[in-house]
């Protein structure tokens, strides 16, 4: 470092100009880094994460896997949407549609009843989904959401029109994030400006510490600029805003460890260039250490699978390791050339007499002053463990945001997460239009309705949120029973006829037997001739009306039966479906009610298709045959009639005909005698048969009724209806092409960004498992993606991030401390203390935040904490314990008390500067920031003003030489008889 230190000091101009012409080349020959930010196309969510994988299966199923996100546009009339309205959205539509490159998925608005169901009920309102080819939070992604607003530039007069969810949500962000860049610079330059002035009390001073820091910000975003552009790492919007805040600190914290040494010597006499060579060589070690604790730290999140994480921590490594090499080059050159003018000659130390009063209580008091110190830090770090982060984006931006003001507008108009639904995805090895899969779909749907939390569930057997009724098996027991009642009616009015048929065959039967009797009285004598024919005239008039009350009889209880037997077999026919249905479905062998159900409905159907049909029809084809046979006597009775008005033509003949009339007239009377007696017990045997049909449709209607209201009703759709336009609409929407995929809608009844919806996940997943288990999707694959699932995955990767980062951040710390401090018990101490200075510093931010002002911390903040206030922690206190370790290598008190004093201003004013340039971040409108600035600046405060001022030298005291261990003496070896300078030095 000796020879580094002399060159620079040596060469002073020509370092300068080699550093210039490097710093300008970096930012001319290299793409800026907000540049080189637009052309980075890192999701925000890597690829791989489950729910990223659901997206793409469930796009390329539906819609040709040409998208990654998919975000929305919602519309607003107060006055309700105009026809001019609705011609320029369908003119919007075909637009996007023809421009695959940048919108990959559009609605077709002029399909029968598409811009009814995206209109919302009060119609003033209406929303799109666009399908994006750029992943969520990728450069090309917020390009592709700006070109959409331009579109929306031209909506009529009178109409809102906002580009909202998730991809425009975190555009939103980015961009907010890059216009404030330029404030937040700014105000972290005068803050530091105000600080460096109090500090030094010297306007030249002031001025080459901000040229510095001018120079290393320079440098730094230019060397990230030119890795990303090589692709040696990703790049973000969030890069650009933590590598100005960390090397701002960072450049400020090197720069005064060095002009505090270099002022040290001045006042000892040095000259100023030898005084720049001897403080470049006694702080470079550590600010070597520092760099390397902040650098390795950082660099450890290469590997983080969250993009702001490996997006950030790479870049700001890169920017701290050439914050170093200008710090230990061109500030010493620039030292050598400012020094022997006098620019940079210290004033006098006015804070020194209090730091010397303050050093000597806390050596002579360090029990009193390290409880002091630890108390308030455990008492703040209490409330980290009750930390409940947010995953919220909508959060992060103010109000008055575009994607904000969707979000607004839709909250109006449609129910709560209309837009911020769940996907289930089931994809099946076969084609699932099949009544037997959509009933296993819909016991998915309604398990998944089952878990708490959900407020509506929409599917292919469900499309409006509630089962098809058509295909509940309630609804066509229903039916059924309602189509035997119809037949038990037909039957009943039949059972009338066959008493109509005995009456007129009992009045055929009388009518026969007087004519026998006028016969008889023929044959007896021609004397009674006149007295006889009249009495046979009566009787054959009698026998041909009854004859024809017979027959419209028999022709009425034929057709009755032939109507019940018809409308039995179709109610009977949709039994059998039930059945059947109730014979496959698992849920009623284990419902004892639906079981019972099953064993009546079956015993009905076997009867109702053995018995009852086909006896029916008999009896139909029956009294056809016997309405025809009545109809030829009726033909005979009339001739009858003719041949005894010829009787006097010839007696011979009436003789003849009067014979046979005799014996054919007693044939009647027996047959007429028999049909009477047979159609009075049809007419028994009918309404017995019409009682038993009324039975079973009351019983049917019972039990629909029943299934209906206890959920046991099952699922059924006929094949018939996969030819029905109305549930092809349906299908086409949720079940794919090719008939292997299903989608399942849940829309939650909690927050959509909260920590319940996204527990809910693994449930949903779980049920619709459980649901197909031991049927015919039992093998099907079940994948959620939306909303919850990817908060669950930024959850789960932030954590393993996070736990990845902190173990390789406090081993790369260890590392350093070791290796400089070269004591096992001040490096392990000054770990652990740093650490409860980082949980005091999240419990402080919880307090705050979540407690007071009623708005959790971004899960992002403790990650980002974390890593720099570990990092940076651990240099003000290595920077105190090495001076200590000078000042007192036996542990002595008033060496321990000088180390102190030396150093507290130092110290202080790193810190207040560090702090501020955090601190600066929260004068943004990004509540993210917001925090970050917060959290970690209050952090460093706390460590400058608690950990480093009170707690380490108060340990340290009471360590006394054991602070050492295991090395207990100096190393006091010389060279050429001379003490050498010790190897870590701190101002």
Not at 150 to 162: I, V
Not at 210 to 236: D, K, M, N, P, Y
Not at 578 to 600: E, F, I, M, W
Not at 836 to 844: D, H, I, K, R
Request: proline residues 5%; glycine residues 8%; neutral net charge.
């Amino acid at each position: 470092m000796r020879s580094v230190a002399a060159f620079a000091v040596r060469r002073g101009p020509l370092v300068l100009v080699l550093w210039l012409l490097a710093i300008v080349g970096v930012n001319v020959l290299v793409p800026q880094l907000d540049s080189v930010i637009k052309h980075d196309s890192t999701a925000f969510i890597p690829p791989y994460a489950t729910s990223m994988q659901a997206f793409r299966h469930l796009d390329k199923a539906f819609t040709g896997g040409h998208s990654q996100s998919f975000t929305y546009v919602a519309v607003e009339r107060t006055t309700g949407l105009a026809a001019a309205d609705r011609t320029w959205l369908q003119s919007l539509t075909t637009q996007l549609a023809a421009d695959p490159t940048h919108f990959s998925n559009v609605p077709d608005l002029s399909q029968p009843g598409m811009f009814d169901a995206l209109t919302s009920k009060d119609h003033q309102a209406l929303y799109l989904q666009i399908g994006l080819p750029g992943p969520v939070g990728a450069p090309q992604t917020d390009a592709q959401v700006t070109l959409l607003r331009d579109h929306l530039g031209t909506a009529p007069p009178g109409l809102t029109a906002y580009v909202t969810g998730t991809p425009a949500t975190i555009a939103d962000t980015q961009d907010t994030i890059q216009n404030n860049i330029t404030k937040i610079t700014l105000i972290t330059v005068l803050l530091i400006g105000i600080i460096l002035f109090l500090l030094y009390r010297s306007i030249p001073m002031t001025a080459a510490v901000l040229t510095f820091i001018g120079a290393a910000l320079a440098l730094g975003r230019g060397v990230v600029a030119l890795a990303g552009e090589w692709h040696i790492f990703h790049v973000s919007t969030f890069t650009a805003s933590f590598v100005t805040a960390v090397v701002l600190g960072a450049a400020t914290d090197y720069a005064i460890f060095l002009l505090s040494r270099f002022h040290e010597l001045r006042r000892a006499g040095v000259e100023p260039l030898e005084a720049a060579r001897e403080a470049t060589v006694n702080t470079a070690s550590v600010i070597v250490g520092s760099s390397l604790t902040v650098a390795l730290a950082m660099a450890s999140m290469a590997f983080a699978h969250i993009a702001m994480f490996n997006t950030t921590g790479p870049a700001v490594s890169v920017a701290i390791l050439a914050t170093l090499a200008l710090s230990l080059t061109f500030l010493p050159a620039f030292m050598a050339f400012a020094g022997p003018r006098g620019w940079l000659d210290p004033k006098r130390q006015r804070s020194e007499a209090t730091w010397n009063r303050l050093s000597a209580y806390i050596v002579a008091k360090p029990v009193r002053v390290l409880a002091a110190g630890l108390v308030p830090l455990i008492l703040l770090a209490a409330f980290y463990p009750l930390a409940k982060v947010s995953y919220d984006q909508r959060r992060t931006l103010p109000a008055g945001e575009s994607s904000s003001l969707g979000y607004q507008l839709l909250d109006r108009h449609f129910p709560a997460n209309e837009v911020l639904a769940d996907y289930t995805l089931i994809t099946a090895d076969h084609n699932v239009r099949n009544p037997r899969d959509l009933a296993a779909i819909e016991k998915a749907a309604s398990a998944v309705a089952a878990v708490p939390g959900i407020a509506s569930v929409r599917t292919v057997t469900r499309p409006l949120g509630t089962t098809i009724p058509q295909a509940s098996l309630a609804y066509q027991m229903g039916q059924a029973g309602k189509q035997l009642g119809a037949a038990s009616t037909q039957v009943s009015q039949g059972a009338t006829a066959a008493h109509q048929l005995g009456a007129g065959a009992t009045q055929l039967s009388s009518g026969a037997n007087r004519a026998a009797s006028g016969a008889q009285q023929i044959l007896s004598g021609a004397n009674q001739l006149a007295a006889g024919m009249p009495q046979l005239a009566a009787g054959a008039t009698s026998a041909q009306g009854g004859s024809s009350q017979l027959r419209a009889g028999a022709n009425q209880l034929a057709a009755a039966l032939s109507s019940g037997a018809d409308q039995a077999q179709v109610g009977v026919d949709g039994l059998g479906l039930a059945y059947q249905a109730l014979q496959q479905s698992l849920l009623c062998g284990v419902d004892p009610y639906c079981s019972r159900a099953r064993t009546g409905i079956g015993q009905i159907y076997v009867a109702e298709r053995d018995q009852l049909i086909p006896g029916m029809r008999r009896a139909a084809a029956a009294a056809r045959q016997l309405a025809s046979g009545a109809g030829s006597l009726s033909a005979g009775l009339s001739q009858l009639q003719a041949g005894l008005a010829t009787a006097n033509n010839g007696a011979t003949a009436l003789r003849n005909g009067q014979a046979l009339l005799a014996s054919k007239l007693g044939e009647l009377a027996n047959g007429a005698g028999q049909v009477a007696t047979g159609s009075n017990q049809m007419a028994t045997q009918v309404t017995t048969l019409g009682a038993g049909l009324s039975h079973a449709s009351d019983y049917l209607n019972g039990a629909s009724s029943a299934a209906g209201s206890t959920g046991s009703g099952g699922f059924y759709l006929p094949p018939a209806a996969f030819s029905d336009p109305r549930f092809a609409t349906a299908a086409n929407a949720f079940i794919s092409p090719d008939g292997r995929s299903v989608r399942i809608i849940s829309i939650s009844a909690t927050d959509a960004f909260g920590n319940a919806a996204m527990d809910r996940v693994p449930t949903i997943i779980a049920a619709v498992h459980q649901a197909l288990a031991g049927g015919p999707m039992a093998n099907a694959q079940v994948e959620m993606t939306g909303l919850a699932p990817a908060d669950r995955d930024i959850h789960t990767l932030a954590n393993s991030d996070f736990n990845h980062t902190a173990i390789a951040a406090l081993l790369v710390v260890l590392i350093v401390l070791l290796l400089l401090l070269r004591s096992v018990l001040a490096s392990v101490f000054l770990l652990a203390s740093v650490m409860l200075s980082y949980a005091a510093a999240v419990g402080l931010g919880v307090l705050v935040w979540q407690d007071l002002l009623g708005k959790p911390l971004d899960w992002t903040v403790p990650s980002i904490a974390f890593a720099l206030l570990v990092a940076v922690g651990a240099d003000y206190n290595m920077l105190l314990v090495k001076r200590i370790h000078e000042e007192a290598p036996n542990g002595e008190r008033p060496g321990i008390a000088r180390a102190v004093a030396v150093t507290g201003s130092v110290i202080t004013a790193a810190g207040l500067i560090f702090a501020s340039s955090v601190f600066a971040m929260m004068s943004g409108n990004v509540l993210t920031l917001e925090q970050l600035g917060f959290t970690i600046g209050m952090g460093l405060l706390l460590d400058t003003f608690i950990v480093r001022t009170l707690v380490v030298p108060a340990f340290a005291t009471l360590a006394g030489r054991n602070l050492w261990w295991p090395s207990n003496r100096r190393d006091v070896a010389t060279h050429d008889g001379v003490a050498p300078e010790p190897e870590l030095v701190n101002a």
